[in-house]
């Protein structure tokens, strides 16, 4: 057991590097990636830029990641959290929904996540199971499906590339603003018959 000065310090450090993440991502979602600078997340929390790379050493990229990982976790327990005892078709809708309300919502952490370059690897034994879990969402709301597809993780990877396709040329404003629900009825039709 760890001494409680040692914890209350490691207390501290985790509160900080909390501190750090919310700061990067308030201030990306805020500005833009392109206004995150060691320098201005260090003036926006009042630490010092080594404080900064003290917790982060590889600087901006690995904040980015960090960001990047909390929004991991943040949609993959609202994908989780939907009802698993739902039809097939109503959970290929809900992770529809969810997933494109979340890309919505979080416009820079979701450029985090699936646009800029993280530290995190994606399909394979290393990828983190936040990633992992709501991956098997997607897969879980394809399986409980009356005709389920054969090949379940394709199918999947698929469904996953058509809603980040979606999100993507809707927050570039590339599609008719009017017409999301009918984009979404096309998606979930495709997927869910």
């Known amino acids: 057991m760890a001494p409680p000065a040692a914890t209350q310090k490691a207390r501290r450090l ?15 979602e805020e500005r833009g990636w392109e206004a995150v600078t060691t320098r201005r997340l260090a003036d926006a929390i009042g630490y ?7 917790h982060f050493p590889e600087g901006r990229s ?5 960001v990047a990982l909390v929004g991991f976790d943040e949609l993959t327990a609202a994908l989780s959290a939907l009802d698993q005892h739902a039809s097939g078709a109503d959970r290929v809708r809900a992770i529809v929904t969810t997933y494109l309300d979340f890309a919505k919502r979080h416009p820079a952490t979701y450029e ?5 370059p993280i530290g995190a690897p994606f399909a394979s034994e290393d990828t983190p199971l936040s990633l992992r879990r709501g991956f098997d969402a997607i897969v879980g709301a394809l399986r409980a499906l009356d ?3 054969d090949d379940l993780e ?7 590339g058509a809603m980040h396709g ?8 590339r599609f008719v603003p009017e017409h999301h629900e009918r984009r979404v009825d096309e998606l979930v039709r495709y997927f869910a018959g």
């Open 48 to 54: 010092s830029q080594p404080v900064l790379y003290g």
């Open 62 to 66: 690995q904040i980015v990641t960090a």
């Open 112 to 116: 985090a996540m699936f646009s800029l």
């Open 154 to 160: 394709t199918a999947a990877e698929v469904m996953w």
């Open 14 to 28: 985790a509160a900080r590097e909390e501190r750090i993440v919310a700061a990067a991502r308030a201030l990306a």
């Open 147 to 149: 005709t389920p597809p």
């Open 166 to 173: 979606v999100a993507t040329l809707r927050r570039a404003a």
